[in-house]
C-alpha cells in the first residue's frame, strides 16, 4: 500500500533532485526537471490549496505521466527521498526521456 507524502517534503524532494519552480501565479505550483542544463519533459504540480496537505496513491497516478515514470511506487521513491538524484536520471534514461 503506497504511504501519503507530505506536500512540504515532496517540494522540498523535487527542488533537491534538479527540478526548478516555475513562475506561476495560478492554483499549482509548476516544477520541471532540468538535466545537464536542459529542460526536459519530465515536469510536476503541486497545489497550494490543497485541503489535506499529503499526496496519496490517486495524485501518484496522476503524476506518474507527468514526472515521466513508468510505477506509483517510484513516484512515491522519488516525493518521498527514498530514490535520489541519480536514481531518478538512471530512469529516465531507462525509459528513454533523458540521453545517458
Known amino acids: 500500500m503506497a504511504r501519503?507524502?507530505?506536500?512540504?517534503?515532496?517540494?522540498?524532494?523535487?527542488?533537491?533532485k534538479?527540478?526548478?519552480q516555475v513562475p506561476d501565479t495560478g492554483d499549482?505550483?509548476?516544477?520541471c526537471f532540468?538535466?545537464?542544463?536542459r529542460k526536459t519533459k519530465a515536469w510536476t504540480k503541486l497545489s497550494r490549496w490543497k485541503s489535506s496537505d499529503d499526496?496519496?496513491?490517486s495524485m501518484f497516478k496522476r503524476?506518474?505521466?507527468?514526472?515521466?515514470l513508468e510505477r506509483d511506487k517510484e513516484v512515491?521513491?522519488?516525493l518521498s527521498c527514498d530514490m535520489d538524484y541519480?536514481?531518478?536520471v538512471a530512469k529516465l534514461i531507462a525509459y528513454r526521456v533523458i540521453a545517458a
Open 55 to 57: 499526496i496519496d496513491a
Open 76 to 78: 512515491e521513491d522519488l
Open 28 to 31: 499549482h505550483e509548476h516544477f
Open 63 to 68: 503524476m506518474k505521466p507527468q514526472l515521466q
Open 4 to 16: 501519503p507524502v507530505k506536500l512540504r517534503v515532496a517540494r522540498e524532494s523535487l527542488l533537491s
Open 86 to 88: 541519480t536514481g531518478y
Open 18 to 20: 534538479g527540478f526548478v
Open 34 to 37: 532540468i538535466h545537464g542544463g
